[in-house]
C-alpha cells in the first residue's frame, strides 16, 4: 500500500497527537536500519557503479555520512545478523555459519537466551517491527516475534523466489509473525509495503523497525519475471532469467526505490528529524554483483566479502561527509542504544563499539582497536592498515592503506606485525570459542 490521501489524513490526525504530547520524548528518536542482501561495495551509484542508478540511497549518502570502511562480520548471511541483533561475534551465540534450508543446520537457530537489540529496544519502550529476511531459524521457538519483535512480515529462509515466496526447498515460506500467510505480490515491494504500514501505525510513537532486504540475493527476478519455484518441481538456485545484469540491475534499482517510498513515509508524518535511517548490507556481492576494487566476493574474508557500503542519515543530526573508521556490523547495537538512551543490565558487555560520536563530530571511536573474522577455514585479524588472512595452509599479510586490493603478501618485510595479528587472533578463538564448538559453520 502507499501513500494515498487517505494516509496523508491518517498522517495530519497523528500530528495532532504529536501537539498534545501523547506518547513521544525527544530523547527516543525512531531508528530504522535497512540491509541489503549481498550488495557488494561498489553495487551502489554513490559508491561508484556506473551501471545502476540509485537516487534514493545517494540523496541519504549526500546528505548523510557515508562509511568506506565498513565491514559485515562474516561474508554470509546468518552470522552477520546475528552478530547485528546481538552486538557480539557471532561465535558467541554459536551462529558462524549459515543455517541452510536442508539438512542438519535446519533445526537450529539463534537461542532466545541470547539478549537482542530488539529486545532492549522493546523493554524501552519503542514499538519493534521486523519486515523481510530472518534467516536465524526456521523453528517456531526461533521466530523474530519471540526475540523482541512485535510485527514480523517477510520469510525465514535465506532466499525465496521473489513471486511464489517458495524457498529453495519448495517450502512456501511467507510469514506474518508465527502464521503463514498468502500474500501475491514481488517479495521487495510487499517489504516496503510492511514498513510503510509500520511507521504509519506507529509514528506517534518511538520505533525500531528493521528493513530487512531479498534484494539483490538470487534467484535473480525482476518485477514482471514468471514466478518459477513451486513444490515438487526441479528449479535452477539462480532463477531462469536470461539477461543476467539487466536483471539485476532492476532488483538493485527497485530496492533503492523502495528506499525512496520508506523516506516518502518519514516525510509524510513529520519524522525525518526525528529518525535516525541507517543503511548497510550483509556482506559482500556474489560474482554477479559489484565489489568495486576489492579482491574476493561473497564467502571470502578478502575485503570483497566483507567491505561493505554504510550510510548514516538523520536529517538536522548527521552532517554530510565520509569517514573511514573501521567498523563492524556488530558495533550498530551499541551505537543505536547510546543515540536512543536505551538501558541495559550492567553486566552485559557487547563486543561491538559505540560509534555516535562519529556521527555527529568526527571523532574515532575505534583507533587501533583490533577485529576479527572466521568463516569456513578461513580466519582474518585487522588492526588500523595491517591485515592478516589465514586461508588454510597459507597465511599472508596485507598492508591495506596501499594495497585495498591485497595483491602483496608482505609477511617478509613485518614479521613482527604478522606475529601480534596472529597472536591476537589465537586469543579471540579462545576467546569466542573454536569452530568445533559452534552450531552452524
Given at each position: 500500500?502507499?501513500l ?6 491518517i498522517a495530519v490526525t497523528i500530528?495532532m497527537?504529536y ?7 525527544d530523547n ?9 542482501d549481498?550488495?557488494g561495495?561498489?553495487g551502489?551509484?554513490c559508491?561508484?557503479?556506473k ?6 540511497v ?5 546528505n548523510?555520512?557515508k ?23 557471532q561465535q558467541r551465540?554459536g551462529?558462524?555459519?549459515?543455517i541452510?534450508v536442508?539438512?542438519?543446520t535446519?533445526?537450529?537457530?539463534l537461542?532466545?537466551?541470547e539478549?537482542t537489540?530488539?529486545e ?8 519493534t ?11 517456531n521457538?526461533f521466530?523474530?516475534?519471540y526475540?523482541?519483535f512485535?510485527?514480523?512480515h517477510g520469510y525465514l529462509s535465506?532466499?525465496i523466489?521473489y513471486?511464489?515466496?517458495?524457498d529453495n526447498?519448495?517450502?512456501y ?5 508465527t ?8 517479495s521487495?515491494d510487499?517489504?516496503?509495503?510492511h514498513?510503510?504500514?509500520f511507521?504509519e ?9 528493521m ?9 535473480l527476478?525482476?518485477r514482471?519475471d514468471p ?5 515438487g518441481k526441479?528449479?535452477s538456485y539462480?532463477g ?10 532492476e532488483?538493485?534499482?527497485?530496492m533503492d ?7 516518502a513515509a ?5 519524522l525525518?528529524?526525528k529518525?535516525?535511517v541507517l543503511?548497510i548490507s550483509?556482506?559482500g556481492?556474489e560474482p554477479?554483483?559489484?565489489n568495486?576494487m576489492l579482491?574476493g566476493a561473497?564467502?571470502s574474508?578478502?575485503?570483497g566479502?566483507?567491505r561493505v557500503?554504510a550510510i548514516?542519515?538523520w536529517?538536522?543530526?548527521?552532517s554530510?561527509g565520509e569517514s573511514?573508521?573501521?567498523l563492524?556490523?556488530m558495533?550498530?547495537?551499541?551505537t ?9 543490565p ?7 563499539i559505540d560509534?555516535s560520536s562519529?556521527?555527529f563530530?568526527?571523532?574515532g571511536a ?8 572466521r568463516?569456513n ?9 595491517w591485515?592478516?588472512w589465514?586461508d ?13 586490493g591485497?595483491?602483496?603478501?608482505v ?6 606485525i ?7 587472533l589465537?586469543e579471540?578463538?579462545?576467546s569466542?570459542g573454536q569452530p568445533e564448538?559452534m552450531k552452524?559453520?
Amino acid at each position: 500500500m502507499r501513500l494515498s490521501t487517505y494516509r496523508a489524513c491518517i498522517a495530519v490526525t497523528i500530528l495532532m497527537m504529536y501537539a498534545c504530547g501523547k506518547t513521544r520524548t525527544d530523547n527516543k528518536p525512531n531508528v530504522i536500519i535497512i540491509v541489503a542482501d549481498d550488495l557488494g561495495y561498489g553495487g551502489l551509484s554513490c559508491y561508484g557503479d556506473k551501471n545502476v542508478r540509485t537516487p534514493h540511497v545517494d540523496k541519504l549518502a549526500a546528505n548523510g555520512l557515508k562509511f568506506t570502511d565498513f565491514h559485515s562480520n562474516a561474508p554470509v548471511c546468518t552470522p552477520t545478523r546475528a552478530a547485528l541483533l546481538t552486538g557480539h561475534y557471532q561465535q558467541r551465540s554459536g551462529m558462524e555459519g549459515v543455517i541452510y534450508v536442508r539438512g542438519e543446520t535446519r533445526s537450529l537457530g539463534l537461542d532466545t537466551a541470547e539478549l537482542t537489540l530488539a529486545e532492549i529496544m522493546q523493554q524501552n519502550g519503542y514499538a519493534t517491527g521486523l519486515m523481510g529476511k530472518w534467516h536465524l531459524g526456521y523453528k517456531n521457538e526461533f521466530n523474530p516475534v519471540y526475540h523482541g519483535f512485535d510485527e514480523f512480515h517477510g520469510y525465514l529462509s535465506g532466499n525465496i523466489d521473489y513471486h511464489s515466496h517458495y524457498d529453495n526447498a519448495g517450502i512456501y515460506d511467507w510469514w506474518h509473525n508465527t502464521d503463514s500467510v498468502y500474500e501475491e505480490g514481488y517479495s521487495t515491494d510487499l517489504i516496503t509495503d510492511h514498513a510503510e504500514n509500520f511507521i504509519e501505525h506507529h509514528a506517534a510513537e518511538p520505533f525500531f523497525l528493521m528493513v530487512m532486504h531479498e534484494a539483490p540475493h538470487v534467484p535473480l527476478q525482476g518485477r514482471k519475471d514468471p514466478p518459477y519455484r513451486f513444490p515438487g518441481k526441479s528449479f535452477s538456485y539462480q532463477g531462469s532469467t536470461e539477461n543476467v545484469s539487466a536483471t539485476y540491475k532492476e532488483m538493485v534499482e527497485v530496492m533503492d526505490e523502495g528506499v525512496g517510498r520508506i523516506m516518502a513515509a518519514l516525510k509524510a508524518y513529520d519524522l525525518e528529524e526525528k529518525t535516525l535511517v541507517l543503511f548497510i548490507s550483509d556482506n559482500g556481492a556474489e560474482p554477479i554483483g559489484n565489489n568495486g576494487m576489492l579482491n574476493g566476493a561473497k564467502g571470502s574474508l578478502l575485503e570483497g566479502g566483507h567491505r561493505v557500503p554504510a550510510i548514516a542519515y538523520w536529517k538536522g543530526r548527521i552532517s554530510p561527509g565520509e569517514s573511514s573508521e573501521t567498523l563492524l556490523t556488530m558495533d550498530v547495537l551499541p551505537t543505536v542504544l547510546s543515540l536512543c538512551n536505551a538501558g541495559t543490565p550492567s553486566s552485559v558487555v557487547f563486543d561491538g563499539i559505540d560509534f555516535s560520536s562519529i556521527l555527529f563530530d568526527g571523532k574515532g571511536a575505534s583507533t587501533r582497536r583490533t577485529v576479527f573474522w572466521r568463516y569456513n577455514k578461513q580466519k582474518a585479524a585487522r588492526n588500523g592498515k595491517w591485515k592478516l588472512w589465514i586461508d588454510q595452509a597459507d597465511t599472508t599479510l596485507f598492508n591495506l592503506e596501499s594495497d585495498l586490493g591485497e595483491i602483496k603478501d608482505v609477511s617478509d618485510d613485518y614479521p613482527d606485525i604478522k606475529r601480534q595479528l596472529g597472536d591476537a587472533l589465537i586469543e579471540w578463538e579462545r576467546s569466542v570459542g573454536q569452530p568445533e564448538a559452534m552450531k552452524t559453520l
